[in-house]
């Protein structure tokens, strides 16, 4: 099984598309957790969720993340795409909640990380996660630099990065040990 978790009117092909208001397209018209809540524990392969991360508060997104973690099956993953924290979208829809999400939103996401530095933060999940961004498109100035040129503006500057992108996958409780060996 694969959904898209408030898919509005792009929902990914091949995904159960899950959305609180009826756009078309959306074959679930029902709030992401009251639908998480349905699913039995890993009965999910994958999970999509474009531009709806930063609609939920920081104690939201920990509860977002704890119950996608459950139906994930073994081997599952998330694909997110949110507005990057130093970018203006992140601030310019009036929906977005506090706290933008950062590259450090996806940090705490893993456990073996989490142990040692925040165990207070009430996550119970365990992800490893990959980070991309997007560039800005209006942007003329990165769009024909060097990777290392983007890199580079991405770390030290504001609207350049407009989007972070991520790709979590679920951690299994072997994983975590053969790492530690």
């Known amino acids: 099984m694969k959904i898209d978790l408030g898919c509005g009117i792009r929902k990914r092909e091949g995904f159960i598309g899950v959305d609180s208001m009826n756009f078309p397209g959306v074959d679930v018209l029902m709030d992401a957790f009251e639908y998480l809540a349905t699913l039995k524990d890993e009965s999910v392969d994958e999970i999509n969720m474009e531009h709806f991360v930063e609609h939920f508060d920081g104690a939201d997104r920990v509860k977002l993340f704890n119950e996608c973690f459950r139906v994930l099956s073994p081997s599952g993953k998330i694909n997110v795409t949110c507005p990057s924290w130093s970018h203006e979208r992140a601030y310019g829809d009036p929906t977005h909640k506090w706290p933008p999400v950062s590259q450090w939103t996806f940090i705490y996401l893993n456990k073996e990380w989490r142990d040692i530095n925040a165990p207070h933060c009430g996550y119970t999940c365990d992800f490893n ?44 409780k072997d994983d975590s040990e053969s790492s530690k060996s």
């Open 129 to 172: 996660y990959s980070l991309v961004g997007s560039w800005d498109p209006t942007d003329a100035y990165i769009q024909f630099r060097s990777n290392e040129v983007k890199q580079d503006l991405m770390a030290h500057n504001i609207n350049i990065t407009a989007d972070i992108i991520a790709t979590l996958n679920k951690r299994r």
